[in-house]
């Protein structure tokens, strides 16, 4: 229990992606964004570490409320 509520037990997130690593990092330089890029922080899509909306899926499946890291230059 943690904080009063159940606490499932802990699963994997990553199931697809570099799984021989044992870390997955990605690192971006800001110059190469172009006006806006949009990162995936479910782990579910296809054009890792991009989002590609397979977020939508896995929360209608599971009732969560993932979605990714917007970044947009002001
Ligand atoms: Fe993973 Fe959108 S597909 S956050």
Request: proline share 4%; hydrophobic share 25%; with cysteine.
Given at each position: ?74
């Amino acid at each position: 229990y943690f904080l009063g509520q159940k606490v499932s037990t802990p699963h994997r997130q990553n199931t697809t992606i570099k799984l021989a690593s044992d870390k997955v990092v990605d690192t971006f330089k800001t110059e190469g964004i172009d006006g806006k890029a949009v990162y995936c922080r479910c782990w579910k899509s296809a054009k890792f570490p991009y989002c590609d909306g397979a977020h939508n899926k896995y929360n209608k499946e599971t009732g969560d409320n993932l979605g990714p890291l917007i970044i947009s230059k002001e």
